[in-house]
T-cell receptor
Framework: NAGVTQTPKFRILKIGQSMTLQCAQD?????MYWYRQDPGMGLKLIYY???????DKGEVPNGYNVSRSTTEDFPLRLELAAPSQTSVYFC????????????FGEGSRLTVL | AQRVTQPEKLLSVFKGAPVELKCNYS??????LFWYVQYSRQRLQLLLR??SRESIKGFTADLNKGETSFHLKKPFAQEEDSAMYYC?????????????FGRGTQLTVWP
């Protein structure tokens, strides 16, 4: 099993550009999450999903969109990139019923110039 | 508001010395606390959770509700313990992973 796979690992965007961070998991987990981590800070939840077709906002959802058309995939969309979105993005998944045990991807480092 | 504070950004100890990574939280309800670890070039992974009351890789952590703390301890640090450690909080009883993370403590264990 690959676990949680994120692409790309690195990306540089110009202000106003759009992009999608891809996330896929092969563990048949119902729950999936997107976190961001700014330098020197803890991870903050952007969006999460409890199953295909169901998504909800986390702590810092502004400037992002998500969709969950399948159990496996949970892409994160940035529509109009801003310098404040420069961060490391982590996708994670968890099994329904597992309290707090998240399985993380390797992270995607995004720089907006 | 929920908050997790890890006061030490960096912590260095020598091999064989005791180590304690501090974590304090603020939450009005009943929390569930976790420690996550990220070794060099590896993914963030769960180390232990307070409800399990277990020892993992020699580490233990006790939830102290009076002091609102969940410090991570190990009596004899090893070089392979060098990593980034994150304390995280969840709502008690929630199976959803909406975790609140501290900023992390980088532990270095010198030989």
């Amino acid at each position: 099993n690959a676990g949680v796979t994120q692409t790309p690992k690195f990306r540089i965007l110009k202000i106003g550009q759009s992009m999608t961070l891809q996330c896929a998991q092969d563990m048949n987990h119902n729950y999936m999450y997107w976190y961001r981590q700014d330098p020197g800070m803890g991870l903050k939840l952007i969006y999460y999903s409890v199953g295909a077709g169901i998504t909800d906002k986390g702590e810092v959802p502004n400037g992002y969109n998500v969709s969950r058309s399948t159990t496996e995939d949970f892409p994160l969309r940035l529509e109009l990139a801003a310098p404040s979105q420069t961060s490391v993005y982590f996708c994670a998944s968890s099994h329904q019923g597992s309290t707090g045990e998240l399985f993380f991807g390797e992270g995607s480092r995004l720089t907006v110039l | 508001a929920q908050r997790v504070t890890q006061p030490e950004k960096l912590l260095s100890v020598f091999k064989g010395a005791p180590v304690e990574l501090k974590c304090n939280y603020s939450y009005s309800g009943s929390p569930e606390l976790f420690w996550y670890v990220q070794y060099s070039r590896q993914r963030l992974q769960l180390l232990l959770r307070h409800i399990s009351r277990e020892s993992i890789k020699g580490f233990t952590a006790d939830l102290n509700k009076g002091e609102t703390s969940f410090h991570l301890k190990k009596p004899f640090a090893q070089e392979e313990d060098s990593a980034m450690y994150y304390c995280a909080l969840n709502y008690r009883g929630s199976t959803l992973g909406r975790l609140y993370f501290g900023r992390g403590t980088q532990l270095t264990v010198w030989p």
